[in-house]
Structures are given as C-alpha cells and as structure tokens.
C-alpha cells in the first residue's frame, strides 16, 4: 500500500513513516547537489537567511538533464547521497524534514534525523526519464551559475519513493535485505 | 589507404552521444524485462516494473533514460590502411559537444579534478584508441554515470591469492558498493595486465553484450559463478532485497607480470549504456 504525503513535511508526517514504507509525494520540494548544499550552509554559518524556507521542507538530491521539446525539465532521478552527509545534518538542524536520494547515509546523519526528526527516501536511481513526468513545475530560486546543480523549486504530483531511513533510523537496505534474505532460506 | 573525413566521425559521435543516451542496448533490456518476471521480493519487483517502463519512456520520446548523461567513453577501433583527413581528436570532441547540446544532455564533465569548473560543453570525451587490422573505422560511445563509476575499485593481488582472491575482490567490491551504484548492476571485471591495463579491460567488458560469455571456459565459468554468488547477497535493486542485484558478469583477461595478479572491477548501473557504428 502506497501512502500519500503532501508537502510540507510536518514532525507529525515524519512520525508517521515507516522504513520500508512506499509513498507518493506531492507538493513543493527543492533540488539540491553538494555544490550547492556548500553554498547554503555557508549561508547558515555566517547567520543569513537561506533562498528558500528550510523550516519543514523536503530536498530532493538531483542534477536534472535540460528540458527537451515540452517537456517541463529533462531526466530527473536522484544521485548518490553520501556525498551531501557533510551538509545534511546542518540542514536537518535547521529545520528540513525530508531528504530525497539514493544509496547509504553516514552516522552522523542518521543521529541529525533521529534528534530532530527527519525522513530519507529512496527515490529509483536511473529512472529519470520517468521521474522526471511528476515534475509539474520548475523555477530557479537560487545558484544559477551552477547549471545542472542549481537549487530548483519544484511542484511534483505523487513522485514515487519508499522510505530508508525513518526518523527513528530503522534502515530498508538492512532489514529489506534480511527479510529477503530469510524468506529464501 | 582508405581516407575518412573527421567530419564524418564528428556526425557519427554527434548521433552516438544522443541514441546512447535514450536507446538501451537490446541485451540489457531483455535482461531488465526477464528480472521483472523471475523477482520474488514485491518491492524489488515494483521498482523493476518502473525501471523497465523508464526506458521504454526514454526510447518513445527519445530522452536520456538517466539524468546522468555521464562523462562520453569513446572507443575507436581503427583500421590501419584508414587515414583521417582532420584532427581526429578535436573531431571526437566536436561530436561529444553537438549530440549533449543537442540531445539536451545534461552537462557532467569539470575542467580540472582539482578546480571542478564545468566545461558546459560535457568535453573533453575520454578516448580510447585501439588500431586493428583492415580499413574500416569502429566508434562505440559509451555515457558512463559516475554513481556506478566511484563505486569501482581495482587491486594488485599476489599470484598466490589465485582464482579465489579474484572471486572474494568481486563480492567485495560489490557489497561495499550496496546500493549506492543503481542496482541491478552489470559488473565489468579486468584481470592480469598493468595497472592501468586492468582497469582498461575492466572498462572493456561492459562493451560486451551480457549475452556473450568469455571464449574461455575458464572465465565463461568465472562469469555465471560471479553472478550467482553476487544475486545470492540479496542487495536487490536499489538495494531495498532482492533477488536482482547483477544483470551480467562480463570478464576481460590478459597476460601479465609473474609477480602480479591485478583486478580491477568496474560496476555500471542497469542504465548501461553503449552504441556503435562503422564507417
Ligand atoms: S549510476 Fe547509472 S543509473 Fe544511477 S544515476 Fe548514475 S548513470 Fe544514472
């Protein structure tokens, strides 16, 4: 069973998930990479305001392809995550609920999530083609200069993932693996 | 001596980059498709179903399957009796930057390792040139994605480490990569060489249809034992479980030092991407 989640991701919501869980998300969320993820908490460390309300929101870690034709913006799935684990517990503290990527997380980041209640999906890794149709808008907000890594406010309509980390920090890729594991003995 | 135009080879890597992109080899889709049916595990079933129907959106509207356009492989298999009027370098990366403009690709490659200032062109290609009888001229492009690429690793073993070092660096390397490199994988492996030779076969296995064995027993049976072992990890695609976490092993040998056993491993994601012409 699919459940539904709407953006902004509320303590309440997070609570509400389960690792393993699959969800369709709608709503806005913003767009993310290191370079960018840098940018921003340089922003928090000297005390200024960042482009866009962190408070509650979701981060999808993605590089989109450009738009083709009518399209609305190109392929867009998620890229590996560890490589923003030096910025996300800053942005969790900060007050983000919802990271979207794929593959594993530090420690550090886990605690972030289970200290102040924090979600990480898995969104499917190569299919951006298909990603990329829940993408109903897309508008700059921040980092221009950084082509594909820009931050990017977008409106999506039931984007699938499952969860990986609840905020609890029970796992899908370990126990999705015992599980599966057992079943086959 | 047969003359070739580097205007010709600037087409043909033009059209490459872009079919490339949205056309997934034949091979790997039947491969994809026959997991959807064989996958016990409802989760990793799900995500299948979307994978496959991903690209099949890719090749309907001729988009990239993936947003990672990758960093343009071009193999060139040359004909020694062809000679190319033109700079043949500057031809290749020429075509690199007409198909990612073109094509809407998106642009991965930074100048410099150190300074990482975008070219916003995806140049410069990475080239590989290998001369082979005849007069024809063989262009393969590859776009390889770096989440499967820095999940890659390569280690000079000791001759006495055998078979079975080889066997235990290839689960190795798999396991540590987990579901950072879009499961389900196909692993391209390189063994003997150099150090760098190694890695080069490693590269060159996932050129290969997965539907080619090694024409070495030897190796063709390393192939099907190395899959089995690396589906019974359970990682699953996207690691969530599952019975699919390989679509193919393929295994490139060669002669080496006797002091020395490389191997190098180098893991694509089930958007394994490759399309050549001949001219
Ligand atoms: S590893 Fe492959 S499928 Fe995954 S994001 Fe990179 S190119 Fe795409």
């Known amino acids: 069973m699919e459940k539904r989640i709407t953006t902004p991701l509320t303590l309440e919501k997070v609570k509400d998930l389960k690792a393993g869980d699959s969800v369709l998300i709608s709503g806005v969320i913003y767009t993310a990479r290191d370079a960018?993820?840098?940018?921003?908490?340089?922003?928090?460390?000297?005390?200024?305001?960042?482009?866009?309300?962190?408070?509650?929101?979701?981060?999808?870690?993605?590089?989109?392809?450009?738009?083709?034709?009518?399209?609305?913006?190109?392929?867009?799935?998620?890229?590996?995550?560890?490589?923003?684990?030096?910025?996300?517990?800053?942005?969790?503290?900060?007050?983000?609920?919802?990271?979207?990527?794929?593959?594993?997380?530090?420690?550090?980041?886990?605690?972030?999530?289970?200290?102040?209640?924090?979600?990480?999906?898995?969104?499917?890794?190569?299919?951006?083609?298909?990603?990329?149709?829940?993408?109903?808008?897309?508008?700059?907000?921040?980092?221009?200069?950084?082509?594909?890594?820009?931050?990017?406010?977008?409106?999506?309509?039931?984007?699938?993932?499952?969860?990986?980390?609840?905020?609890?920090?029970?796992?899908?890729?370990?126990?999705?693996?015992?599980?599966?594991?057992?079943?086959?003995? | 001596m047969r003359e070739i135009n580097a205007l010709d080879v600037t087409a043909?890597?033009?059209?490459?980059?872009?079919?490339?992109?949205?056309y997934l080899p034949g091979d790997v889709k039947a491969r994809i498709c026959a997991a959807c049916e064989n996958e016990p595990w409802d989760l990793a079933r799900n995500i299948l179903g979307i994978i496959k129907e991903n690209f099949e959106i890719a090749e309907e509207k001729y988009v990239p399957a993936c947003q990672d356009t990758g960093v343009a492989c071009v193999f060139l298999e040359i004909g020694q009796d062809v000679h190319i009027n033109g700079d043949l370098n500057a031809a290749i990366h020429e075509g690199v930057r007409q198909g990612y403009d073109e094509g809407c690709l998106r642009k991965s490659v930074v100048r410099d390792p150190l300074d990482r200032v975008n070219t916003r062109d995806n140049t410069p290609a990475m080239i590989y040139y290998d001369i082979v009888p005849g007069d024809k001229l063989k262009i393969t492009v590859a776009p390889k994605g770096f989440g499967s690429e820095n999940m890659s690793q390569i280690k000079m073993l000791k001759p006495s480490d055998g078979i079975?070092?080889?066997?235990?660096?290839?689960?190795?390397?798999?396991?540590?990569?987990?579901?950072?490199?879009?499961?389900?994988?196909?692993?391209?492996?390189?063994?003997?060489?150099?150090?760098?030779?190694?890695?080069?076969?490693?590269?060159?296995?996932?050129?290969?249809?997965?539907?080619?064995?090694?024409?070495?027993?030897?190796?063709?049976?390393?192939e099907n034992e190395m899959l089995e072992k690396i589906n019974a990890l359970g990682i699953g695609p996207q690691g969530v479980g599952g019975k699919t976490t390989a679509l193919a092993v393929n295994i490139e040998q060669m002669a080496t030092h006797i002091a020395g056993l490389p191997v190098a491993v180098n893991i694509n994601c089930h958007v394994t991407r490759h399309q050549s012409l001949e001219l």
Do not use: W
């Open chain 1, 36 to 185: 960018a993820h840098k940018r921003l908490c340089e922003l928090a460390a000297e005390g200024k305001e960042l482009p866009f309300d962190v408070k509650d929101s979701v981060i999808y870690f993605v590089g989109p392809a450009p738009a083709k034709g009518d399209q609305v913006i190109g392929s867009a799935g998620p890229t590996t995550s560890y490589r923003m684990d030096a910025y996300s517990p800053t942005m969790i503290a900060l007050g983000q609920r919802g990271m979207i990527g794929k593959g594993k997380r530090s420690p550090e980041v886990v605690a972030a999530m289970k200290a102040h209640g924090a979600v990480y999906f898995g969104a499917i890794g190569g299919a951006g083609a298909y990603l990329s149709r829940c993408i109903k808008k897309v508008e700059i907000v921040a980092y221009e200069d950084l082509g594909a890594e820009a931050v990017r406010r977008l409106e999506v309509e039931d984007l699938p993932a499952f969860v990986i980390i609840d905020c609890e920090g029970n796992n899908l890729y370990e126990n999705g693996r015992k599980e599966y594991l057992e079943s086959v003995k």
């Open chain 2, 12 to 22: 043909a890597v033009k059209r490459l980059c872009m079919e490339a992109n949205s």
């Open chain 2, 164 to 222: 079975q070092g080889v066997k235990d660096f290839i689960l190795k390397v798999v396991e540590e990569a987990g579901p950072n490199p879009c499961p389900p994988i196909v692993v391209g492996v390189g063994i003997g060489g150099t150090f760098d030779k190694a890695a080069y076969l490693a590269k060159k296995a996932l050129m290969r249809s997965t539907d080619v064995r090694n024409a070495d027993p030897l190796y063709a049976d390393l």
